[in-house]
């Protein structure tokens, strides 16, 4: 509404409008990943308008959309620095919702906010997680994550501090009126630590590299609720840790013969064998014992031409 004049008709609205529309977006101070973003919600609705035969084209066509990874934003949250902010939060409450992002990897703040005391299955350690984000996909709406060690005696203090009957397991800023991500950097400058880029994305992308180090992928994804791809896109980083275990010894290279599957190694060393001898000059001595046997058939030359001929070891 602020680029496009309002009650200019949608059909009004050309391939070179979108084009302009995209360009001035940089011109606010905007990241290239938010413009991508902003325009990646304005083409679904003019590829609704097709369907309704309000227009016949989408404008939007062939704009880049696609949210890209930016490695330069990736930040590892140690658990040193978890500490220091949970240390720092004013109440329960808020070393939950860090917990939550931290620990469980959770979205925030849909996530979040979604919680419900009944989703909590204190029994089976672990909990039902809503996901607004991701419901409008076949068996997407919600997902099963353990309560990790790590986020269970946060989660216990704020249930033993809800009051009778609450029924959400956080209870602010459900008007919209708090603004989580300011607040948390308040937090994170009062545990004397700088800010991190993405606050919240990068406490989830923490845990994820974090489980992914001892659960198979496939399984980190269901408790985070992403795929192998994003996952592999947007979450995995390279830790301090990782740096100091690679310069603790050496890594010795694999032997290509320990390499191959036994039943190979015969194979293998018959190739080998014949390969060094192609490239040697042929020993006389070795030379008559051939022509010995071999005389009656082929003649002196005989030994210039291979017993076996020249198919290959195997059948296939």
């Given at each position: 509404m602020d680029h496009f004049w309002e009650g200019k008709p949608l059909a009004a609205i050309i391939a070179g409008d979108a084009d302009a529309f995209r360009l001035a977006l940089p011109g606010r101070g905007l990241a290239d990943n938010t413009v991508r973003g902003i325009c990646g919600r304005v083409w679904p609705y003019f590829r609704a308008a097709i369907r309704r035969e309000l227009v016949q084209h989408n404008p939007f066509e062939g704009i880049q959309c696609t949210v890209g990874a930016n490695p330069d934003r990736l930040y590892f949250?140690?658990?040193?620095?978890?500490?220091?902010?949970?240390a720092a939060c004013p109440d329960a409450e808020w070393r939950l919702i860090f917990a939550l992002s931290?620990?469980?990897g959770l979205r925030c703040p849909s996530e979040h906010l979604a919680l419900k005391w009944v989703d909590v299955n204190w029994e089976h350690n672990r909990m039902t997680v809503r996901s607004p984000?991701?419901?409008?996909?076949e068996g997407k709406a919600s997902r099963l994550v353990p309560i990790f060690p790590e986020l269970l005696p946060h989660l216990r203090e704020a249930f033993e501090a809800a009051e009778p009957g609450t029924e959400y397991v956080i209870t602010r800023c459900r008007d919209g009126s708090v603004n989580l991500r300011t607040q948390l950097q308040r937090i994170i400058r009062r545990a004397g630590l700088q800010p991190w880029p993405k606050l919240?994305?990068?406490?989830?992308?923490?845990?994820?590299?974090?489980l992914a180090e001892s659960f198979p992928l496939h399984v980190v994804c269901v408790w985070i609720g992403n795929s192998p791809t994003i996952a592999a896109k947007h979450y995995p980083q390279a830790t301090n840790e990782h740096f100091a275990a690679a310069l603790v010894e050496p890594q010795q290279p694999v032997k290509a013969e320990a390499a191959q599957n036994p039943a190979q190694q015969p194979h293998a060393a018959g190739r080998t064998a014949s390969h060094e001898e192609a490239g040697k000059p042929k020993n006389p001595a070795i030379c008559g014992a051939s022509q010995s046997t071999a005389a009656g058939r082929d003649g002196p030359n005989a030994c210039l031409i291979p017993p076996r001929g020249v198919e290959p070891l195997s059948s296939g």
């Open positions: 949250v140690s658990q040193e620095e978890a500490q220091k902010v949970l931290r620990y469980a984000k991701t419901e409008h996909y919240f994305h990068n406490l989830r992308a923490t845990r994820e590299t974090e």
